[in-house]
């Protein structure tokens, strides 16, 4: 059960699009499309930024989206802002037994 | 509101046991499937275990499995984790997550264990 890959940071500068890697295997993110993404701000509770892939919760920025090709999703976040600065965590469903994986996370800042 | 509320945790000698509860309301606890996940301090998140509705199936994350055993009480909309030989490596924040479509749409503000002499 070996963590999703995840670029362990990222920069940008306001108003430009970023997008954060994801990578997995055929186990789990090659084979499912139940790949989610968390935001998490230091020392807050992890809050829920897509799912199955492309899915927004309600109340989440249409600025936030996400794609998968092959083993690798991926979290575009476009016209960048300072609130978007924090940790992003990758997950995905997977058939070796636990349910799921997450990525190593990758920290984002708005410069 | 749907929410979820951790206790039980604490300081613990390594190889001693705690056990974790989270509390459900604003939701049918029942109807939904449930997990838990933690976080080492300065580290990412780490899934841990599954539970299935009426306690079937149960699912752990290797890290865990043998040590850690997830249950749940829909009577008393309540999720536990009880975890035994307990390590230093285990010292984390313990987060309770309510799943749907695969993927966590509420979680609890987490409890913290700390594993030390």
């Known amino acids: 059960q070996s963590a999703l890959t995840q670029p362990a940071s990222m920069s940008g500068s306001p108003g430009q699009s970023i997008t954060i890697s994801c990578t997995g295997t055929s186990g789990d993110v090659g084979s499912y499309n139940f790949v989610s993404w968390y935001q998490q701000y230091p020392g807050k509770v992890p809050k829920l930024m897509l799912y199955?892939?492309?899915k927004r919760p309600s109340g989440v920025s249409d600025r936030f989206s996400g794609s998968k090709s092959g083993n690798t999703a991926s979290l575009t976040i476009s016209g960048l802002q300072t609130e978007d600065e924090g940790d992003y965590y990758c997950?995905?469903?997977?058939?070796?037994?636990?349910?799921?994986?997450f990525g190593g996370g990758t920290k984002l800042t708005v410069l | 509101e749907a929410q979820l509320v951790e206790s039980g945790g604490g300081l613990v000698q390594p190889g001693g046991s705690l056990r974790l509860s989270c509390t459900a309301s604003g939701f049918p606890f029942r109807d939904y499937t449930m997990n838990w996940v933690r976080q080492a301090p300065g580290k990412g998140l780490e899934y841990l275990s599954y539970i299935g509705r009426r306690n079937d199936p149960r699912l752990y994350a290797d890290s865990v499995k043998g040590r850690f055993t997830i249950s749940r009480d829909d009577d008393k909309n309540s999720l536990y984790l009880q975890m035994t030989s307990l390590r230093a490596e285990d010292t984390a924040v313990y987060f309770c997550?309510?799943?749907?479509?695969?993927?966590?749409?509420?979680w609890g503000q987490g409890t913290l264990v700390t594993v030390s002499s």
């Open positions: 997550a309510r799943d749907s479509a695969y993927s966590f749409d509420v």
């Open positions: 997950c995905s469903f997977t058939d070796s037994g636990s349910f799921a994986v």
């Open positions: 199955e892939v492309d």
